[in-house]
């Protein structure tokens, strides 16, 4: 999988946030990009998630455009943030049978993630109950139940507890070693094998050596 940004430009309110942006972002690294805050480290992941449309540019997915894969992308794309996604009066179980008929895809490792972030013993407990880190547990246990090629993380760590964020770390690991792609913003940064690290300033992508 790649992900390719071209001349990639959004503005805000007659300022541009992403300006003339290019980068090509592999599978099987994980993509760790730094920035003040206000830099568009957001803006940048909602744009490749296809929240947001370029002004300019664009970016190709597999030699893809935006417009064709925004319009055919097959939920092949999953994007995780910090804020829970979830719905707060039905219960664990019941979220994830709920996305698991929408999506038309078996969670097949629903089950497992649920059990690694200690969720197993809550599936009958209604979501608005839940403190703001199980919230955050549950939604990445959910995000991460379904085969994506892309995963952007925006700072998923976030409201987790030290154990949790080290599950987390463990699973974004194997996903690169799945060979997944991989763009994840956070203040969280781990040194891990085949990472590539960028710095975005002034609306522009730099690698970091």
Known sequence: MKIELKNLSFSYQNKFIIKKASNT??????????????????TLLKL??????????????????????K????????????????YPELSL?????FFN????????????LRKNFNL???????????????????SIALSLSFNYGIYLFD???????IESQEILNNHIIELSKQN?????????????????YYSLENGKIEINN
């Open 25 to 42: 972002f592999n599978s099987g690294n994980i993509h760790f990009i730094n920035g003040k805050n206000g830099s568009g480290k957001t």
């Open 48 to 69: 490749i998630a296809t929240f947001l449309n370029p002004d300019f540019g664009d970016i190709l997915y597999n030699d893809i455009t935006f417009k064709n894969f």
């Open 71 to 86: 319009k055919n992308k097959k939920n092949n794309l999953s994007y995780i943030t910090h804020l829970p996604m979830l």
């Open 93 to 97: 179980k019941e979220n994830f049978n």
């Open 101 to 112: 008929k929408i999506y038309s895809s078996k969670l097949e490792k629903a089950k497992d």
């Open 120 to 138: 197993m013993q809550f599936n009958d407990m209604q979501v608005k109950k839940f403190s703001r880190g199980m919230k955050q547990k549950a």
């Open 155 to 161: 700072e998923p760590f976030s409201g987790l507890d």
């Open 180 to 196: 997944k792609l991989i763009i994840m913003i956070s203040h969280h940064v781990n040194k891990i094998e085949n990472s590539i």
